[in-house]
């Protein structure tokens, strides 16, 4: 999202920067990700269909590591605002109740995201006895995916909040309805 800087004051800026700064480490981290599912699946293909001699491993590795991807780009989606939603009905109303629906809608997000955060938490807890038998790792590594990109989730959802809070009398529609140049 693009901040004008000369309707905004400093916190505002304060904010959107440790937002940045949190972006582009989850960016760095799920583009490490993503290359590595992607040569984990050609070395599996090469190793199945060249040499005849298949990896046991491969399927499971990059499964997991997309997993992890998508979790923590989830982030990247909340901090850029791209989510998906319906605004049709809500842009009718005015900007006023745009804002309310909106921090309502935010703070449904937050408590499913707090949910998803600590069970998958406590899921991952439970499954650090169970082995994954092709990777020789526990589940507990997988699972904390969950864990992790919900609470990246949240807290990029929380600065965003905070944004909208600090700019509340801006007069400006929170949603987007069209896309920016």
Same mark, same amino acid.
């Given at each position: 999202?693009? @901040?004008?800087?000369?309707? %905004?004051?400093?916190?505002?800026?304060?904010?959107?920067?440790?937002?940045?700064?949190?972006?582009?480490?989850?960016?760095?981290?799920?583009? @490490?990700?993503?290359?590595?599912?992607?040569?984990?699946?050609?070395?599996?293909?090469?190793?199945? =269909?060249? $040499?005849? #001699?298949?990896?046991?491993? +491969? *399927? *499971?590795?990059?499964?997991?590591?997309?997993?992890?991807?998508?979790?923590?780009? $989830?982030?990247?989606?909340?901090? #850029?605002?791209?989510d998906l939603c319906v605004?049709?009905?809500?842009?009718?109303?005015?900007?006023? !109740? /745009?804002? @309310?629906?909106?921090?309502? #809608?935010?703070?449904?997000?937050?408590?499913?995201?707090?949910?998803?955060?600590? *069970?998958? =938490? /406590?899921?991952?807890v439970n499954a650090k006895?169970?082995?994954?038998?092709?990777?020789?790792? +526990?589940?507990? =590594?997988?699972?904390? &995916?969950? &864990?992790?990109?919900?609470?990246? +989730? $949240?807290?990029?959802?929380?600065?965003?909040?905070?944004?909208? !809070?600090? %700019?509340?009398?801006?007069?400006?529609?929170?949603?987007?309805? !069209?896309? *920016?140049?």
């Open positions: 999202m693009k @901040i004008d800087t000369a309707q %905004t004051g400093k916190p505002v800026l304060v904010i959107d920067a440790l937002a940045s700064w949190i972006e582009r480490i989850s960016l760095f981290v799920s583009v @490490i990700f993503g290359g590595s599912m992607v040569f984990i699946v050609i070395a599996g293909v090469i190793a199945r =269909y060249v $040499m005849q #001699n298949p990896f046991a491993w +491969t *399927e *499971e590795a990059s499964r997991f590591l997309m997993i992890w991807m998508v979790l923590i780009g $989830m982030s990247v989606v909340t901090r #850029n605002r791209e605004e049709f009905l809500v842009l009718k109303f005015p900007v006023s !109740l /745009q804002r @309310i629906i909106k921090l309502v #809608n935010e703070i449904l997000v937050m408590a499913f995201l707090f949910i998803l955060t600590t *069970e998958g =938490y /406590q899921m991952a006895m169970q082995i994954v038998p092709s990777l020789g790792i +526990t589940m507990f =590594y997988p699972l904390l &995916c969950i &864990c992790v990109g919900g609470l990246l +989730t $949240m807290i990029q959802l929380g600065l965003q909040m905070l944004i909208d !809070l600090f %700019t509340w009398k801006s007069g400006i529609s929170p949603h987007r309805s !069209l896309p *920016e140049d």
